[in-house]
């Protein structure tokens, strides 16, 4: 008979049975990458992110898992909610904590189950953990729970379960199989074409060189420069980053053959830096960082390198991160993202999922309008 259990820490969980799990090379549920989030501290109680990971297991043996973590806020997450929390706490009710099944600060698609399928189907290890789901939510009184960046495959399994679905909208970019970067952009109306050749000219005339980094050629040094620029950017704002150096420098010890690094430099020295994963389909936008301003730097080194890199290596698709309208005419395509929800109270449970309906109305309305800005020829 299969076993629910909870996990406060990945590390309790047998690392190659987790990855045994996996179909697939998506960098973001490998235990390696979860680990170092906890590892590191970035994710723990005292940042927001307390980990309550379910697994089933079966005479020893996990047969099926899902990362969960116990939320105390709201960010790192990237699917907004900031109304529902106001509604709630307008009613007298505590929003937080919900539960929230997501990569933490990584507002990327992937599979958010791992499953045996000789063992057990998606269907039947989503329906034990929707209803583990419910009963913690039920006993501890949870707000809810929300599955964020789900794959648009299995939202039907997951409306199965009376979970509701949630449509919002990023740009990414994919692989017709360009055979260069020209060849790309003959896919563009002229004006176009020339707004971005015009771009990559200015970044060299500026003096800047761009090196790409991968697997072991990623050193210490170069991952502390590029925290330093990561670390300044959030400074702007002022706040730091989400991240810190020990995460990074565990990734890069611990898995990095799914790591590419962008580094640019001026007069030798290095002024910008984009840290992305990838896996055998797809390149990860994750992480930007500079310490000197120049024009159109920033879209070298993030978005036209990535393009790059992805038709060098044969890869289909660039997703280069979150939000950023200004992608569109550099030919990241606006898509769906969805995320999956269940809320406790019956009332706003009504509520959110009238919300949802009209939302969606408005996301698919934006995306045909957005699609009509793209660069290509028509």
Known sequence: MPNLRIHHQISEINAEQWDRLRGDDYPFLKHAFLNALEQSGCVCEDSGWHPVHLVVEQQGELIAAMPMYLKSHSW?????????QEAWEHAGLEYFPKLVTAIPFTPATGPRILHNTQHLSFETALSIFANAIRELCHEHQFSGWHGLFVEESQLTQYQAQQLMARQDCQYHWFNRDYQD???????????????????????????????????????HQLVDTFFDFYQLTYLKHGHHGHLNKAFFQQLVAVMPEQIVLVMAYHQH??????????????????????????????????????????????LKHFDPGAQGEHKIQRGFEP????????????????????????????????????????????
């Open 76 to 84: 790192g997450e990237y699917v907004f909610d900031w109304s529902w």
């Open 181 to 219: 970067f020209d060849h790309f952009l003959h896919s563009f109306t002229s004006r176009k074409r020339k707004n971005v050749r015009k771009e990559r000219q200015r970044v060299r005339q500026q003096g800047i060189v761009l090196t790409r980094y991968e697997g072991k050629k990623i050193t």
């Open 269 to 314: 020295k290095p002024v910008a830096a984009a840290w992305s994963f990838k896996d055998a389909e797809t390149l990860y936008g994750r992480y930007w960082g500079c310490d000197e301003e120049f024009d159109s730097l920033h879209f070298e080194t993030c978005y036209y390198q990535g393009i790059d890199y992805c038709i060098e290596h044969g």
């Open 335 to 378: 898509i769906s993202t969805w995320s999956v929800h269940w809320i406790e109270h019956h009332e706003f449970r009504q509520a959110v999922a009238r919300f949802l309906g009209e939302e969606r109305e408005y996301v698919e309305a934006r995306i045909d309008e957005l699609t009509t800005y793209l660069p290509f020829h028509q």
